[in-house]
């Protein structure tokens, strides 16, 4: 997990979900998995978790989903002289018949941006992927063969089926 809070609140399997305060009464974390003895993991109160919890609001969060598989690695050095960035996501697989198939995107293609924004690891794309994403149209930019593509794709919904 990204940017956790660590905890010595009292946790328990089965307890976990509620608020983490400061000494100040101020709720910073909603606690979330018990790492161990004495040891609970929150996730911090920050721009994504107030937006899921205004979307919970409606019932549900809604995930848009791509169809790759990839992990951070770095950029070639003629790569981080042009956009000033060390590292990417290299793409390891692309599902059949998804959206990342439908625009062209290939396995070795390196992404550095989603709709302007740039990407680095799968944690960074995650954070393009939510539900203003899904339908819409999505500039990704690549580094395919020594230079830079942009490709449209747009996200489905992630679903379980």
């Not at 070639?76 to 059949?96: C, D, Q």
């Not at 625009?103 to 941006?113: A, M, W």
Request: proline share 5%; no cysteine; aromatic share 2%.
């Amino acid at each position: 997990m990204d940017e956790v809070i660590q905890t010595d609140a009292a946790l328990n399997p089965g307890n976990s979900g509620g608020a983490l305060a400061d000494s100040s009464g101020r709720v910073v974390g909603v606690n979330t998995a018990v790492a161990g003895i004495g040891v609970g993991l929150a996730v911090p109160i920050n721009d994504t978790t107030r937006r899921i919890i205004t979307t919970l609001a409606h019932g549900r969060v809604r995930r848009a989903w791509l169809g790759i598989v990839g992990a951070q690695m770095p950029l070639p050095p003629a790569m981080v002289t042009k956009i000033g960035r060390r590292s990417g996501l290299h793409i390891a697989h692309v599902m059949a018949q998804s959206p990342a198939a439908r625009s062209g995107l290939r396995i070795g293609d390196i992404v550095v941006s989603v709709a302007g924004e740039p990407v680095a690891s799968t944690t960074s794309l995650q954070h393009a992927m939510v539900e203003g994403a899904i339908g819409r149209r999505l500039e990704i930019t690549v580094w395919r063969s020594g230079a830079l593509v942009d490709v449209i794709a747009v996200p489905r919904e992630l679903t379980d089926g």
